[in-house]
């Protein structure tokens, strides 16, 4: 499995950025997938998970507006579209592999080396 993220780069407030992850070694097109993203100091974050489909099935509340997550399956790529963005966007950003995603439960099984984004003016 490998995931591989790009796109990530110094933004002002209020810009936006697109992500990519191209991902190669499983079946792309049949696993869930998800963005999290980590800030110096403070815990994992999900961002977004999108299903094997393309829907949606969770946006966390802080990106709701701002962030869209979305996938080709024909290129094996996850995207995360952000505008909008703020300061406190500020962090280190992996896509990852969701092998459980329950009221109870989250998981993820691979991430990629991440993509920094920095929104400072």
């Known amino acids: 499995v490998q995931l591989v993220e790009s796109g990530g780069g110094l933004v002002q407030p209020g810009g936006s950025l697109t992500l990519s992850c191209a991902a190669s070694g499983f079946q792309f097109g049949n696993t869930a997938m998800s963005w999290v993203r980590q800030a110096p100091g403070q815990e994992l974050e999900w961002i977004s998970v999108v299903n094997f489909g393309g829907g949606i099935i969770y946006e966390a509340d802080s990106v709701k507006g701002r962030f869209t997550i979305s996938r080709d399956n024909r290129k094996n790529t996850l995207y995360l579209q952000m505008n909008s963005l703020k300061p406190e966007d500020t962090a280190l950003y992996y896509c990852?592999?969701?092998?459980?995603?329950?009221?109870?439960?989250?998981?993820?099984?691979?991430r990629g080396q991440g993509t920094q984004v920095t929104v400072s003016s």
């Open positions: 990852a592999r969701v092998i459980t995603w329950t009221a109870s439960r989250r998981e993820y099984d691979y």
